[in-house]
């Protein structure tokens, strides 16, 4: 068990929707990392928040966003929902003061678009 | 930018037998290394990291991985491969500035011959 929390396990939606995947990431870790796997891309890194504020963005795209809340859980909206968004959505969290990289990973939220 | 390669897609071998993963990565910077491996519908789990001092590192599962700078490579070995071995495993590098997330190579599934 990592310590990482990603609510729900399995979504079914359809295309046009918009659905939120919600994270609680380990305790005291401020830093908290968004990632998509599909067959196709691989591991897509989409965004990271620090302590409630972003801090690096990666392949998202504009139909998403995401928030990291004064509790340190995070939030990833998807909306207008189109067949592609199909795939595995990872959170991950790090502790940055003396860390070494490390980051810690939920066990996923499917996401399934039909 | 940092970057990661990773060498086969698939890699096949019988139980007993060496395992050998290849990565080969990309840095302007002394990069942090990880390995993790990922279980049919789990997350993902460290293997292992190298950071700084030892170039040997050894993991978790009779895992373990060589840092050659001279190769920008980190390949990832077990002397007897496990039928329970069998997983995708992805090489990441550490991000800098900004962002200090991981990239991950597009990972290597490990099928284990009985």
């Known amino acids: 068990d990592s310590g990482v929390t990603q609510t729900p396990k399995h979504l079914i939606t359809a295309t046009g929707q918009r659905v939120t995947l919600r994270c609680s990431p380990r305790?005291?870790?401020?830093?908290v990392y968004w990632y998509q796997q599909s067959l196709d891309q691989g591991l897509q890194f989409l965004i990271q928040?620090?302590?409630?504020?972003?801090?690096a963005k990666g392949n998202i795209l504009e139909r998403f966003s995401a928030q990291q809340f004064p509790d340190l859980h995070s939030e990833l909206n998807l909306s207008s929902l189109e067949l592609g968004d199909s795939a595995l959505y990872f959170c991950?969290?790090?502790?940055?003061?003396?860390?070494?990289?490390?980051?810690?990973f939920g066990e996923g939220s499917r996401l399934t678009v039909l | 930018a940092q970057s990661v390669t990773q060498l086969g897609s698939h890699v096949s071998v019988s139980e007993g037998a060496l395992v050998l993963l290849r990565c080969n990565y990309s840095?302007?910077?002394?990069?942090?290394l990880f390995w993790y491996v990922q279980y049919p519908n789990q997350g993902l789990q460290l293997l292992l990291k190298?950071?700084?001092?030892?170039?040997l590192v050894k993991g978790i599962n009779g895992f373990e991985a060589e840092f050659k700078k001279s190769e920008t490579s980190f390949h990832l070995t077990k002397p007897s491969a496990h039928m329970s071995d069998a997983a995708e495993y992805f090489c990441?590098?550490?991000?800098?500035?900004?962002?200090?997330?991981?990239?991950f190579g597009k990972g290597t599934h490990l099928i284990i011959q009985p």
């Open positions: 305790s005291g870790d401020l830093s």
């Open positions: 990441a590098v550490r991000g800098t500035g900004g962002a200090d997330g991981l990239t």
């Open positions: 928040y620090y302590n409630g504020e972003e801090r």
């Open positions: 840095s302007s910077v002394p990069p942090y």
């Open positions: 991950a969290s790090s502790a940055l003061t003396g860390n070494t990289g490390e980051l810690f």
């Open positions: 190298y950071t700084t001092g030892a170039t």
